[in-house]
């Protein structure tokens, strides 16, 4: 059918009624439309939401509909089935021999996104190894992205259209293979991270769901040219640039990658040393794409992984709702009403600009954070923790004892919460 270059895919969406936490059946099938378009060479032709009593544990689907869909995919000849939920091994097998189609469930899809829009060589090894540990607990294709014609994975097309048994001892020892290659990169990262450390600029971090506005915010701030579409995951890979604020303070703008509902476990933990920006940051932007009628729900998904990263509640954050642009008439003046009465929410639109110039002003003034002053003892041997104190350019006085030093300093307590960690 059509182009031989294009894989023709359908979405499905299980809306299993016994699942309290389920979302919104449409905007989650919506959502997944939107990642499966964020590949390339890959068609969408159809998607519907199937309402299930209950998981089936062979085939996820009941006999009746798995011939009914079974149907509808041969007369539409589909090449893969994307399944926007999780699908075990048992039941994608199951359903690739019912259908003779391939089978893709969220974290699937997930991951090949990620592969392919992995530009660093950190990025790429976490990749690799959270799709090699996914596919070690398949056993049922091959491990094929290591001769991938793009930049995916091989789930979608490639040479791995047969389906053999990946070797979990041949796994294993590449994932061994992987983690030495990526502590080798985190220490050369970890090394850069501890020279901006001597730079005495704060660190903002844009953070929200994807597809949020965060990079076009960041082009917007910083003058720079981060990839930024109108698409899922747009960007992966962190970005960070000098900027200099209207009110003359220099700052260190941080563009993370675009969180989303139901984040595969695999990739939260090979993210969490690119998400650790995050924890460095002297001051979070949390941008909301506040024109999509899940924002609320997307600001939970956001928080939820925030907290799962240790962020805590130190780190100022500010609200941006983004896309005002694109709200009008009653829901509009609602939310700005709101945002009035909120100091730590800011109305505006990456795209024209507009509530930009009093986001901009309370940054600076977010950053002026209330400074106290301490009395500290530290011995001849604590000559690390000394060094960064006059690093930081807190100390107001210092004074040599018998035992070591007496010092007086001045910080803020992110600052004091730093040393603590020492």
């Given amino acids: 059918m059509g182009d031989p270059h294009l894989t023709y895919a359908w979405v499905l969406h299980p809306d299993i009624t016994s699942d309290r936490d389920a979302r919104e059946a ?45 149907k509808r995919l041969e007369e539409a000849e589909i090449d893969l089935v994307l399944i926007d939920g999780p699908v075990s091994p048992v039941q994608q097998r199951n359903l690739e021999k019912e259908w003779k189609v391939k089978i893709l469930d969220r974290t699937g899809l997930i991951l090949e996104i990620f592969s392919d829009r992995a530009r660093t060589r950190e990025g790429v090894l976490q990749v690799e190894m959270a799709a090699l540990s996914y596919q070690r607990t398949r056993l049922v294709r091959a491990w094929t992205h290591l001769e991938r014609q793009r930049g995916g994975l091989g789930f979608v097309g490639g040479p791995g259209e047969t389906q053999i048994e990946a070797d979990r001892r041949a796994i294993d020892e590449q994932l061994v293979r992987l983690r030495r290659q990526l502590e080798k990169v985190v220490k050369t990262r970890e090394l850069h991270r501890a020279a901006r450390r001597k730079v005495p600029f704060p660190v903002v971090a844009l953070v929200g769901y994807t597809n949020a506005g965060k990079s076009t915010l960041f082009n917007r701030m910083t003058g720079a040219d981060v990839m930024a579409k109108d698409m899922l995951f747009a960007t992966l890979d962190p970005t960070m640039r000098g900027v200099t604020l209207p009110s003359g303070r ?66 100022p954050m500010i609200e941006v709702w983004n896309k005002m642009d694109l709200v009008t008439g009653e829901r509009r003046e609602a939310l700005l009403a709101l945002a009035e009465r909120n100091d730590h929410v800011f109305p505006v639109s990456a795209w024209t600009g507009s509530g930009l110039r009093r986001l901009f002003e309370s940054v600076s003034e977010a950053l002026e954070e209330e400074k106290t002053e301490r009395e500290l003892h530290l011995d001849f041997s604590d000559g690390r923790r000394r060094a960064w104190l006059h690093e930081e350019g807190v100390i107001e006085d210092e004074r040599q004892t018998d035992d070591g030093f007496d010092l007086k300093v001045r910080w803020t307590a992110r600052q004091e919460k730093r040393f603590r960690e020492l």
């Fill in 26 to 70: 449409q905007p989650a099938l919506k959502e997944a439309v939107a990642l499966a378009a964020a590949l390339p060479d890959l068609k969408v032709i159809g998607s519907e939401v199937v309402r299930l009593p209950k998981a089936h544990p062979g085939m996820l689907f009941g006999s009746g509909k798995v011939e009914e869909l079974g």
């Fill in 250 to 315: 220099e700052v260190i703008l941080s563009d993370t990658v675009g969180f989303i509902s139901d984040l595969p476990t695999q990739l939260v933990a090979a993210f969490r040393a690119t998400l650790e920006e995050v924890l460095e940051a002297d001051l979070i932007l949390h941008v909301r794409d506040i024109s999509h009628a899940q924002t609320d729900e997307q600001a939970e998904d956001v928080e939820a992984i925030l907290q799962e990263l240790g962020v805590g509640e130190e780190t």
